[in-house]
């Protein structure tokens, strides 16, 4: 869990492309060896990036880059749908931030084994020997680090997929839930239609957005997974399609 002054800094990182030591020591007035040590300390969870003289977040495909972005939000709507998963399922995780904070949660309190379309995902394990971690073979997108293409199609054909969870870029009521990417946009749907309980898991910034390309419609989808900053007219929706709203 962060300290508000680290979450004060994530913040206003979030306004801008690059912020630097001495202009957060006087936004926040505290020294710059404390905003050194804040920084290092996020940059170590993976949440911004340093540079010379202050760090940066950027908003890209990059999941390092975008975990940033919300924090809080996400975090506390991954601890709420890991109480979602039971001790000893395997399960599914397509990719997207929220799903990372998830996979950390989920490998901190439960023995579960993780299926993943996603690289970067998967590397947040590679120190922990008890972590059961399957990856899913495809061509790499180095960005995003998800794997994607006919042989990761191949490989979902393979296994039986119990609860899915899968990320989003956007969503409206016309276009339904899309993303930024149309080959990770394919895998998804692939794996909506093969799994027998889909989580849609997203912060509320994404609604009311339409991305490049549709993923599924909400009556595709079992769960959706968000914080309370949705709108009611989108929970009233949601709700209307038999979705069952987890707000966190």
Do not use: P, W
């Not at 914080?227 to 979705?243: C, H, P, R, T, Y």
Request: glycine share 8%; charged share 25%; aromatic share 6%.
């Amino acid at each position: 869990m962060l300290n508000e002054r680290q979450n004060k800094i994530l913040e206003i990182l979030g306004r801008g492309d690059l912020t630097s030591v001495v202009s957060l020591s006087e936004a926040l007035k505290v020294s710059s060896v404390t905003i050194r040590q804040d920084l290092n300390y996020l940059e170590g969870e993976g949440l911004l990036k340093r540079v010379h003289g202050g760090a940066v977040l950027k908003d890209a495909d990059d999941l390092s880059n975008r975990l940033g972005y919300n924090y809080e939000r996400k975090l506390q709507i991954a601890k709420k749908v890991a109480s979602y998963v039971c001790e000893g399922e395997t399960i599914l995780i397509e990719s997207g931030s929220v799903n990372v904070l998830l996979a950390r949660e989920l490998l901190k309190v439960k023995k579960v084994t993780i299926v993943t379309t996603n690289v970067y995902l998967a590397r947040q394990f590679r120190k922990n020997q008890q972590a059961n971690i399957i990856i899913l073979g495809g061509i790499y997108q180095h960005d995003s680090e998800t794997l994607v293409g006919k042989m990761t199609r191949a490989c979902i054909d393979q296994i039986n997929i119990n609860k899915a969870f899968i990320g989003i870029d956007g969503y409206t009521s016309d276009a339904g839930f899309t993303s930024r990417d149309i080959f990770r946009a394919e895998i998804s749907s692939y794996i909506i239609q093969k799994a027998r309980d889909v989580f849609i898991v997203s912060d509320s910034s994404k609604f009311g957005k339409t991305e490049l390309t549709n993923v599924c419609h909400s009556s595709h989808i079992q769960h959706l997974a968000t914080d309370k900053g949705l709108s009611q007219e989108f929970q009233n929706e949601f709700i209307e399609a038999g979705v069952e709203l987890i707000l966190a």
